[in-house]
């Protein structure tokens, strides 16, 4: 083989492989808010099940200590402590999570999830709450694409979410499968 014929095909093919990592043109990335502890996890594969339908949150009156989402009809696995108590919040069927807010220190103390549907569910620490006067910091996650929802998080836990990230991205078609198995809330 040439010289030549062996630079095509090496440019030809770094150029292709290259195209299959850039992100999909309307998905973008939020975070990473929090400390550096714990051990990371990643959702990613759970967003091939389907939309996001409900979600389960455990919190104490500090900190969000942890949790799970699920994905059409298939819980993800948990993530995070014990502490505290577990509040689940299913999603209209019409209903995608389009901004979260929150505030962070060593881990994640509050999370607000903002809906299409002008719904807010509010987990964790009291607004009021200062440790030794210390607040942390507060974080706006949104996606850079006005049509895009929260496809998947990812982030570490240990006893606690130590810090969390948010996958944006087109929302999924909301098959009959995902809709059937939804939790109907009167609105």
Known sequence: MSGFTLLTLLFVGSTITSAFLLPLSDSSYSGEFGGSGGKRFSHAGNQMEGPITALRVRANQYYIVGLQFRYCRQWSDYVGG????????????????IQITGRYDSYIQNLVFITNQRRSFVFGAYNGYSYYGYRGFTFNAVPLYRSAVLRYISGRS???????????????KK????R????????
């Open 175 to 178: 098959s009959k499968k995902c």
């Open 158 to 172: 240990a006893s606690y979410i130590d810090a969390l990230s948010f996958h944006w991205g087109k929302p999924h």
């Open 180 to 187: 059937s198995h939804t939790v109907y809330q009167k609105k």
């Open 82 to 97: 014990t502490d505290g108590e577990m509040e689940e919040i299913f999603l209209y069927d019409d209903e995608d999570i």
